[in-house]
């Protein structure tokens, strides 16, 4: 791969408004699964979290604990002018993986194909250092080939399920009945308990 996925590269594509995968919107799979949450005091993290519409959905709906963490600033600052009230100790502008914290739940949106591929396993084993026991990852993958020399990437569940299967218990892995139509059938949803 040629380009550097770092801050510069990530704040260039938010200020050239060149995220199409960006759907201007909390992805309905994870507002089905969000709504059926009760309690609303867990801690929660969504990473690589963009625009984060599923960070100022949870917040709106009542829910306390809830964190976003992206390499660029700017995305970070576009949720808070959105949503002022939310906690500006809980927008971290770090790197995923020099995290250090302990969530109930993390929320994957458009992270996971957005990182080099190399690090995906890096990623599985982080996301189980991030959760805290019985935690649990929850959220969409890409069902598809897409991109091989720039984000996002795409891949299939036969790639994926590797990645995770010494880290959690699988819920759920499968695919979204629930996907906007033009995502339909080619998004996986997740839903992976943490191994203790």
Known sequence: MKVELNECFWTDKYKEKSTGWDLGEVSKP?????DQ????????????A???YEAEYLHRSGFTNVFVVDISQLPLNNLSNRCSDFPKAHLLNIDFFELDMQFD????QTFFCAINPQFRAKYAKKMHQLLKPNGKLVGVLFDDELNKDHPPF???????EPYFRSYFEFSVFESCYNSIEPRKERELFINLKKRN
């Open 37 to 48: 949450l009760e309690n609303k005091s867990i801690l929660i993290l969504i990473p690589g």
């Open 154 to 160: 795409g891949g299939d569940k036969l790639e994926y």
């Open 50 to 52: 963009g625009n984060s």
């Open 105 to 108: 739940l993390i929320i994957e």
């Open 30 to 34: 994870l507002k089905d699964y969000i």
